[in-house]
């Protein structure tokens, strides 16, 4: 089992940025790939961004690609998103996601953490 937490949301005006973070605990090390993913009520969880286990293979969904970069530090098991030029569409809760690379990929994910909320008034 993997235990993810997710910390970083609030409340902030269009233009502006914030960081989430996602630390792993239980049985992480370094070969889960870990993602974000995001929803609001009423529509389907979707992917956001994802990095591979190892390396600075990365991927994002379409809408926040030059706005977001994931990252990740495998010696504190933690996944960061960084989120610049936040619009209001971004309004979502993000959940962080550790899984196999195939699936977090593909948008599935086998661990999900609680969610921190993001709110991006215009």
């Known amino acids: 089992q993997v235990q993810l937490v997710e910390s970083g949301g609030g409340l902030v005006q269009a233009g502006d940025s914030l960081r989430l973070s996602c630390v792993a605990s239980?049985?992480?090390?370094?070969?889960?790939?870990m993602g974000w993913f995001r929803q609001v009520p009423g529509k389907e969880r979707e992917f956001v961004a994802a990095?591979?286990?190892?390396?600075?293979?990365?991927k994002y969904t379409d809408s926040v690609k030059g706005r977001f970069t994931i990252s990740r530090d495998n010696a504190k098991n933690t996944v960061y998103l960084q989120m610049n030029n936040l619009k209001p569409e971004d309004t979502a809760v993000y959940y962080c996601a550790a899984g196999p690379w195939g699936r977090l990929s593909s948008g599935f994910s086998d661990y999900w953490g609680q969610g921190t909320q993001v709110t991006v008034s215009s």
């Open positions: 239980g049985r992480t090390g370094s070969t889960y790939s």
């Open positions: 990095t591979w286990s190892i390396g600075r293979i990365t």
